[in-house]
């Protein structure tokens, strides 16, 4: 049995906010994320266990002639090596989220106890198309007959096509009310988390009776959750995989709201895909001092050109084409660090920076 998250932002929140309670009421839980920090085992966890190397090893080789024999990408073969070993590990349930889109992703071959889209944005035009409505569009697709479908979204255009979709192809729609906000106790930083957990307790409502959980069992796993690379603050770090124009400004609004002390300097690496130029713009007006650079793990077709950048941006902006140089210089008359701009980024730096990694 499946729960399934799509969206442009907040689906890796409401994932593991539906994942944590369902393990704070005693169930066998899997969570199926993406994209990872540094390890891909952070993508496939059982009751809070990242599969195994020896396991991500054997599930490898044992569904190699499959992947090359139907010419599967790399995050379809990474999805059915995720779903085979969640069957042999025995999770009673699954939180999926969607990879991209929705309609075509890899993750849609599921029929879920209830399927979820919390926010839509434009993202990825090449494969989603280039309006907002297309996007949506693309995004409903993992609506199902006769099941539950919680449209988080709160931009009525967009509700409207999700919304049009979900009754089309026999879905049962469940709207979480604009404007809604979770306004007990949450560990998740942010205002736009509160968005995000009332559209996770929307799809915790949704579930049948042998998964509801009660209320004080929400409330004690949505104080507890944790998810690194969100708000999440360590010392005199701050990591936040914001990675598109309307996540920088839910952290810049959070900046605002809950200032660090100062200087704040920000590591920054985006995709070349994204509105970066609006991103940086974002965080010019709340951070002292960017220091612009690629995260080494990006891949190369997806990489911003740096002398593009850098003859778009104003002072006080540092251009620092090597990543561990740039790293190390943020951090000179600092008294707080930002890394932010994509999960490269984010996860490039917990990687080199000792005992950040996810996994350790």
Known sequence: ????????????SVAALVYRTLRAAGHSVALYTSPHLVSIRERMI???????????????????????GTGASFFEATTAIAFADFAARGAAVAVVEVGLGGRLDATNVLDPLVSCVTHVRREHT???????????REKAGIAKPGVPFVIGEEDEQSRAVLLGHAERVGACPVVVPAGSRYE?????????????????????????????????????????????????LRGKWIFDVAHNLPGIEALARFLDTTPPPRPLHALVGI?????WQGMLETLATTCDRLWVTQPPSAPPERRWDLRQVASNVRPPTSIEPVFEDALARVQHG???????????????????????????
């Open 1 to 12: 049995m499946t729960i399934h998250i799509g969206g442009t932002n907040g689906k890796g």
């Open 46 to 68: 059982v009751n809070d266990r990242p599969m195994t190397e020896q396991a991500f090893t054997a599930w490898t080789v044992a569904l190699r002639g499959t992947v090359e």
């Open 126 to 136: 090449d494969y989603l198309g280039e309006s907002l409505t297309d996007i949506a």
């Open 184 to 232: 007990e106790s949450l560990a998740l930083r942010g205002d736009h988390q509160r968005r995000n957990a009332a559209v996770a307790l929307a799809v915790l409502d949704e579930l049948p009776a042998s998964f509801h959980p009660d209320v004080q069992t929400v409330r004690r796993a949505f104080a507890a959750v944790t998810l690194p690379g969100r708000l999440d």
């Open 271 to 275: 995709l070349r895909d994204k509105d």
């Open 334 to 360: 600092a008294a707080t660090v930002l890394v932010t701009g994509s999960f490269h980024t984010v996860g490039d730096a917990m990687a080199r920076l000792p005992g950040f990694a996810p996994l350790g």
